[in-house]
Nanobody
């Protein structure tokens, strides 16, 4: 299974910012959406946000609106997740995923995404 490649995780203090990037190999075909999910220790997978591969629309979980911003760099075939005003509860492994949702799946539905990255750790702590 083709893997996406995340980067940009690390340790940041509360209130700080991080930018995660997800590189999509050129051989990945037939996708219309790239999403971000996260999983905190001892918790289930959580939807963070998604962006149409055309870059035309973005969707966020309510708790991320206003703090997280998705953007696509078409020249580099990457999607960036800018995270501002980070809180300790944002600590998690963040995964990017790509798939063809085709209107059959909600943007927040992990089963709609067929390609996944290996995850990058984000730790928010003083």
């Amino acid at each position: 299974q083709m893997q996406l490649v995340e980067s940009g995780g690390g340790l940041v203090q509360p209130g700080g910012s991080l930018r995660l990037s997800c590189a999509v190999p050129g051989s990945v075909l037939s996708i219309d959406t790239l999403g971000w999910f996260r999983q905190a220790p001892g918790k289930g997978q959580e939807f963070v946000g998604a962006i149409r591969w055309s870059g035309s629309s973005t969707y966020y979980k309510d708790s991320m609106k206003g703090r997280f911003t998705l953007s696509r760099d078409g020249a580099k075939n990457t999607v960036n997740l800018q995270m501002n005003n980070l809180k300790p509860e944002d600590t998690a492994v963040y995964y990017c995923a790509a798939g063809y949702l085709g209107g059959r799946y909600l943007y927040s539905a992990a089963e709609g995404y067929h390609y996944w990255g290996q995850g990058t750790q984000v730790t928010v702590s003083s």
